[in-house]
């Protein structure tokens, strides 16, 4: 589509996010709520609906909602009612859903995002409710059957609904990506997406631009990574410009993306909700969240990515991309706020993490947690660089290695035992590039006469005479100077 077309259109995209809670048991009871168990197996008479069974309320999914609605700037609502959501379907075994209706737990706050351009926006909230998921309908296993499995019926999740700001699918992909550091920093979701335990609705419409009222809105569902939530929108936003441009209307309804195409096809007509027929729950008395209530969480709250960033900027004077690399992951913003209680080298202690660390992790596909190697030890090997006793690439590819194997040796020792320390004796490096001089005396008149690039070609001749061990910096220096002495 014509870049001028699609510019005389406004996009506006709002999100519903499904957050499954990390709960050890279901929202309404105490069946276990965990994930991949044997279909079938995490069911109780609550789960199945059974008559006469009561719903009873899981205090651990409060504590979640409430931990990151503290995290977004949310309300915290103080009073809370429960509600029925009545649809039929096969997987949910009562015929309506228990979710919060007029009084969701968090209400409004905002969560930053920033853009490729590296601008910051804010997305606003409208709410987040606490509700439970469905059971699991899996078609096509066993041919014209479909299958139930009804562990997942029942556990908790935490709805979050952003105001209508987003404008792009490259800022949808934003939002998910800090939603998902968000959750796992806080420890209440796995943030997984092809797992589902993150889903992403997308609501979609344009407008031409200078209306005052926004278009008519599709739901996409079904898009099972951050990557497929933003193509879904991309091709979503073509696909209502092109109708508008027909002169067609577009039609208010679901559509499903199809991760083949790369396109999104109708699911049905969107449901209003009257047809819910929301009302109250009657079998769950209101949860009053008390102000102490919330202070206990808000003392529970660990530092958010934000907090890391920002200190690792302003405290630690690492670039903005290294911040944002190093606190992607909780793990990482810890251990290094940890490696520079320790050492002051603070951007050579990133580069290590960024580089060597990261690199041996993706290659054994192994988290953080199991490096082998203490903050002592790491420190240790940081120092040995950065005082000038053995090369940054030596110490990568040589004892960083052998540590990981041997976590009990110094990185002082293993250099020693290898014979990898460098020379620093200037007695030594005279002689070295004395030496080295000589072997070129047209290279010399050259660099004399201008050619300043030839001192590189000098350096890489001691480095090679001395087998890799010259201390670079300290000879740089004495070269510089024996070229410049030299007449
Ligand atoms: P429903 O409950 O019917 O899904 P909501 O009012 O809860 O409707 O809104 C759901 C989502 O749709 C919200 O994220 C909201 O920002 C978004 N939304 C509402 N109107 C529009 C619109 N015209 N275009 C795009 N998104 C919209
Ligand atoms: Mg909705």
């Known amino acids: 589509m014509h870049a001028t077309i699609k510019d005389s259109y406004q996009v506006v995209i709002g ?22 168990a044997l279909p079938n197996t995490n069911l109780s008479p ?61 209400q409004g706050g905002f969560v930053t995002i920033y853009t490729n351009e590296g601008v910051e926006k804010a997305i606003p909230l409208i709410r987040m409710h606490l509700e439970e998921d469905t059971g699991k309908s899996i078609h096509g296993v066993v041919e014209e059957v479909t299958l139930l499995d009804y562990n997942r019926a029942g556990t908790p999740l935490l709805e979050l609904v952003t105001a209508p700001a987003i404008t792009t699918g490259e800022e949808a992909y934003q939002f998910l990506y800090e939603i998902r550091k968000l959750v796992r920093y806080l420890d209440i979701c796995d943030g997984n997406m092809e797992e589902a335990s993150l889903r992403c609705d997308a609501n979609i419409s344009v407008a031409r631009k200078g209306s005052k009222q926004l278009g008519v809105r599709v739901e996409v569902k079904n898009m099972n990574s951050m990557r497929n939530v933003q193509l879904a929108i ?95 992951h909780k793990a990482f913003a810890i251990f290094f706020d940890e490696l520079c209680q320790h050492t002051t080298y603070y951007t050579a202690a990133a580069n290590w993490l960024l580089g060597p660390v990261k690199g041996y992790l993706n290659e054994q596909s192994l988290p953080l947690e199991e490096l082998p190697l203490t903050v002592d030890r790491f420190v240790a090997l940081i120092t040995l660089v950065e005082s000038g006793m053995v090369h940054f690439s030596v110490a990568a590819n040589q004892i960083f290695p052998l540590l990981l194997q041997q976590p009990d040796i110094t990185p002082m020792a293993v250099a020693e035992q290898l014979d990898l320390i460098q020379d620093s004796d200037e007695a030594n490096l005279k002689a070295l590039i004395a030496e080295v001089l000589a072997a070129h005396p047209e290279k010399v008149v050259a660099y004399k006469n201008g050619k300043s690039g030839l001192l590189a070609m000098f350096m890489g001749e001691i480095m090679k005479n001395s087998q890799g061990k010259a201390n670079a910096p300290l000879a740089s220096k004495l070269l510089e100077s024996a070229l410049n002495s030299t007449s």
């Open 15 to 36: 999100l519903e996010i499904h957050i499954q809670l990390l709960t050890h048991s279901k929202m309404f009871s105490s069946d276990r709520a965990e994930y991949g």
């Open 46 to 106: 609550v789960t199945l609906a059974c008559p006469g069974t009561l719903p009873r309320v899981n205090k651990k999914a409060f504590d979640y909602a409430i931990k990151l609605g503290l995290a977004c700037g949310s309300t915290i609502t103080d009073l809370n009612f429960f509600a029925r959501k009545s649809y039929f379907y096969p997987d949910l075994p009562k015929g309506f859903q228990i979710t919060q209706d007029t009084t969701p737990i968090c």
């Open 234 to 328: 991309a091709h979503e936003i073509e696909r209502q410009i092109a109708l508008l441009e027909k002169g067609e209307p577009v039609i208010a309804e679901t559509r499903n993306f199809q991760v083949d195409s790369g396109e999104t096809i109708s699911l049905r007509a969107k449901e209003t909700a009257s047809e819910y027929r929301y009302f109250p729950e009657p079998d769950i008395p209101p949860i009053w969240v008390s102000k102490e209530w919330i202070e206990s969480i808000r003392k529970t709250m660990p530092l958010l990515p934000r907090a890391y960033f920002i200190k690792f900027i302003e405290v630690y004077g690492l670039s903005e991309y290294a911040a944002s690399v190093l606190t992607e």
